[in-house]
């Protein structure tokens, strides 16, 4: 299950509206809708909204399924919400996985044209 649909089955178990989870975000209307339509992801910023605007929702649960969907305890949602604004959250954790993720691909990329260079002197040298 994707994370649109964790944020739209919260949406139902809440009796809440798309829009009225869009207007507590900032979101314009039927944004959530247009995602869910296009099959694409959640922004962070997003996922952090939500987070802050609806504390009894379970962030783990929201970002990877896991675990229960409301938290229960008081305590743990200030943990939640801590976790959420910390400088160490979960979603600046995601963030910077995506850019190191994307330095990484760009590293391959230039020792697969490294590769290619060599393999041609390689060439050159046999052909000489």
């Known amino acids: 299950m994707k994370i649109i649909h964790r944020i739209l089955k919260f949406i139902q178990n809440e009796s ?3 829009d009225q989870l869009n ?4 979101l314009g209307k039927d944004s959530l809708q247009m995602v869910e339509s296009e099959d694409g992801s959640v922004s962070t ?12 929702l379970n962030p783990i649960w929201l970002v990877t399924g896991k ?5 229960q305890d008081y305590h743990e949602i200030g943990k939640a919400i801590e976790n959420v604004e910390s400088q160490d959250g979960i979603y600046n954790v995601i963030a910077g996985k995506d850019i190191e993720i994307q330095l990484l691909k760009e590293h391959i990329e230039g020792l697969n044209e490294l ?8 060439d050159e040298y046999k052909n000489a």
């Open 115 to 122: 590769i290619k260079v060599k393999n041609q002197l390689i």
């Open 67 to 71: 675990g229960e969907m409301l938290i």
């Open 16 to 18: 809440i509206t798309s």
């Open 23 to 26: 207007n507590s975000i900032g």
């Open 45 to 56: 910023d997003v996922l952090e909204e939500i987070c802050k605007q609806y504390p009894q």
